[in-house]
C-alpha cells in the first residue's frame, strides 16, 4: 500500500457562484443562464479538498470571514477530512467569493473577490509553522498575499519540505519566490506572464520553461489544456499528453491536477507518473459541474487510471 502523503496548502477558499450560460455575454448584455450552481471553491481549498479525496492528509492554512459562508467552508473542510487547526475567521472582510460563467463549449471566465483570504497575514503562517514543517509538501497559489505565500515558502525551505507552486491567478512574482519552490506549475496564460514569452509552440512552451528555471526554480511543469502538460528541469524536457474526455466544465481542472499531483509525488511516484496521473484526475473532473464537487474520490480514480492503463 501506497504511503499517505501529509500536505499542507496555505491559500485562499472562495464560494463559487457558478452560472451555465449558452454563451459568454457581450459588454452590456443581460443574458439569460441554464442553470446556477453554488458550491465551494477557491484554488487553494480545491487543492486540498483534491489531495485528501485521494487519501491524503491534509491542513489547510486559510482565513474566511465571520459570514455564513466562512461557517460553511469550515464545514466542508471538516466533512472532506481536513485539520482546520490553521483555518481562522477576519472579523472585518466577507468570505471570498467568485462569480464563475461558463457556456456550452466548456469555456469560463471566473472573477474572484478575495475578501477574508487577503487577511490572512505573515503572522498567521509563523502560527503554523510546525505543521508546515511536519508537512511532506507544502502548496501555494497566489489568491492571497504575495508576502504570506513567500513566508510559507521560507518556513518550507528552512526544513526541506517540498514546496509545489502554482502561481494563479497570473500575476508576476519576485524571484524569491521561484527559489524557494521545488515544482512551478503555471498553465499557459500564467506562463505568458510570468515569462513575456508567446506559448503558440511546444517549443516556445519550452523557452518559457527554461526562462522559469533560470529565475531559479527547480522543475517546472506547464500545464497547456487539450496540448497536455509539458515537463522541463534541467536534465528532461518531456511532453504528456492530455486525456480525451467528454469537457462540461473546466472550473477547476487545474487544482485538480495540482492537488493530486502533490498526492502521487507523496506517494512515491516519478514525476513524468505522477503528472500523467494528475492530467487524467483533471480529466475526469471536467466531465462534471462544479469545482470541488467534481474532484473524484480514491476508488473513482485508481478505476479511470486503471481504464487509461495508467495504472
Ligand atoms: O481554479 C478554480 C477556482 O478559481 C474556483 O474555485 C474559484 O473560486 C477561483 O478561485
Redesign the pocket.
Known sequence: MAKQPKICVVG?S???LISKVPRLPKLGETLVGHSFHL?Y???G??QAVMAAKLGARVTMVNKVGRDVFGEGTLVNYREQGIDTTHVMFDESRFS???P?FVDDNAQNF?V?VPGANLGLLPADVQKAAEVILAADILICQL?ILSETTLEAFRIAKSGNVRTILNP??AASIPDELLQLSDICAPNETETELLTGQPMGTMAEAEAAARKLLLRGTRTVILTLGERGALLVDEDTVESIPAVKVDAVDP?????AFIGSLAVFLGEGLSMSNAIRRANAVAALSVTRIG??VSFPKRVEADDFLENQSLI
Open positions: 485562499s472562495m464560494i463559487d458550491g471553491g477557491g484554488k481549498a480545491n471570498g467569493v467568485a464563475i471566473i474572484i489568491e494563479a491567478p472550473t477547476g481542472a487545474g487544482d469545482t470541488q
